[in-house]
Structure formats: C-alpha cells, structure tokens
C-alpha cells in the first residue's frame, strides 16, 4: 500500500519534475513605452525536457523580446520565468548564459575567419568550463550534428549556410547546456536543409534530453515539432 502510494506521487511528480522552464504571467515593457504599452503581456508557457517547442507569431508579437527575456538577457517586468525550478530573479545570469543555454541564431552568427572547430572552442572558453582535448570534443560536436572531421579545419566562410548552421549548433553544445533557444535557425535555409536541421533538434530533444525552443514562420517547423505555441499581439 505504502509502495502504491510512494510510485503515484512520484509519478505526478516525474510530470513537473519535466518541466525545465516555466514563463508565469510573464510581462515585459521596455524602457520607453507608454504606461499601457507591452511588448509581451500575460505570456504563461511551460516547456518541457526532451521536447521540441515552436513560439509562432506574426511581426511585431514580441517573439524577439521573449527569447531575450528565455536567454537572461532582459528581466521580465511582471511575472517570472524559472528555469530548473529556481526564479531567473535569484540566479547569476552570466553564469545562467554561459552553461544553462545555448543560443541558435538565424545568420549564424559565427566567426567567418576562424575555423569551424576555432568557432567552438571560443565558446567552451567562454563558459570557462574544463574540457581536457578542446579539439578532439569540437569535432565530436560536429560529428554529431553531421560534420565531416574535415570540416573542423575549415574557414567558416568556406563552407555553405546549411553547414554553417551545423558548427552553430555544434557550437551552442559546447558546453552541454539543457536547452537551446533558436531565432528562426531555419530562416535562410531551403526546404531539405531545414528538414536536415529539424532532424538534429529532434535527437537533441528525443535522444539527449534536451529542451529546444524554435522561433519561426516556417510551417514545415511548426509541423514536425512536439508543441506550437502562438503569440499574439498585444491589444
Ligand atoms: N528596443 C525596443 N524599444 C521599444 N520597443 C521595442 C523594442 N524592441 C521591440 N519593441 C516593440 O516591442 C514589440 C514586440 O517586438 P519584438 O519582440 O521585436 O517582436 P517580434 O520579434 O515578434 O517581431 C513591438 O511592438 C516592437 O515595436
Ligand atoms: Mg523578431
């Protein structure tokens, strides 16, 4: 009896214990709004580890200042966001940066000079993690998001924008964080490569455990993800 009851809670539990982040009533004004101006009001999202979310919205719905207020960059004004079951108001958000969350974005965003591995590496440096052959996990990274060992010396401007978006994927790893946060990752890429890339978010969620959140227009993503989420404008 005692057994029955002990495994139902912990079931009930395992369902929050799920949860990695959770926007409550999350509001945000910026600094030179009216005094009913919102770029985002009354935003209350939960996602969940292992799964693949997409946040849909036309222009203007505060799909921007979302992901800013998700990656620690802005404070939500009203309401909170808790990541990992701790409020974002009492973390270091540097540190919350730098291991927790790995950012995607739609151009990139990578060092065009530097070699793919050179790209990854800058960011292990960054989160000041240890990580004994920094080279030798680059290319384990980009491995495992489809990367030919010889890319890894490659100048990123030498390589094509779907692979591209491969090293900033590999790059966003680079320090094992529990979830990605991508700007329309898919926005500049045609239809195959989306699909190409989508595969690698979905093993990140479904095999690793990860937590994937996707800002997007494309259809195709909202498809293929486990949960849409729609913005919608303020008013
Ligand atoms: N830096 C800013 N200062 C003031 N208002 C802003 C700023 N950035 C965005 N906004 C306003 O906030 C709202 C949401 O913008 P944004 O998050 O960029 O939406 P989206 O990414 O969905 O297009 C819009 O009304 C926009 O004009
Ligand atoms: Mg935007």
Known sequence: MMEKKKSMNSETKINKDNILLSIQNASYQY???????????????????????????????????????????ERCTEGSIVFDGKDLKDINLDYYRNHEIGIVFQSYNLLPFMTA???????????????????EEAIKLMKSVGLKETYANRKVLRISGG?????????????????????EPTG?????????????FKKLAHEDGKCIIIVTHSPNVCESVDQVYDLKKVK
Do not use: C, H, W
């Open 117 to 135: 591995s050179e790209n990854i590496i800058l960011s292990m440096d960054a989160s000041g993690i240890k990580i004994g052959n920094k080279k």
């Open 163 to 183: 692979e591209q978006q491969r090293v900033a994927i590999a790059r966003s790893l680079a320090y094992n964080p529990k979830m990605i946060v991508a700007d």
């Open 31 to 73: 600094s030179d709004a009216e005094e009913d101006e919102y770029a985002l009001k009354n935003v209350s999202y939960d996602f969940e580890k292992g799964k693949v979310y997409a946040i849909r919205g036309r222009s203007g719905t505060g799909k921007t200042t979302l992901l800013s207020l998700i990656s620690g960059l």
């Open 188 to 200: 500049n890429l045609d239809k195959q490569t989306e699909k190409e890339i989508l595969e690698i």
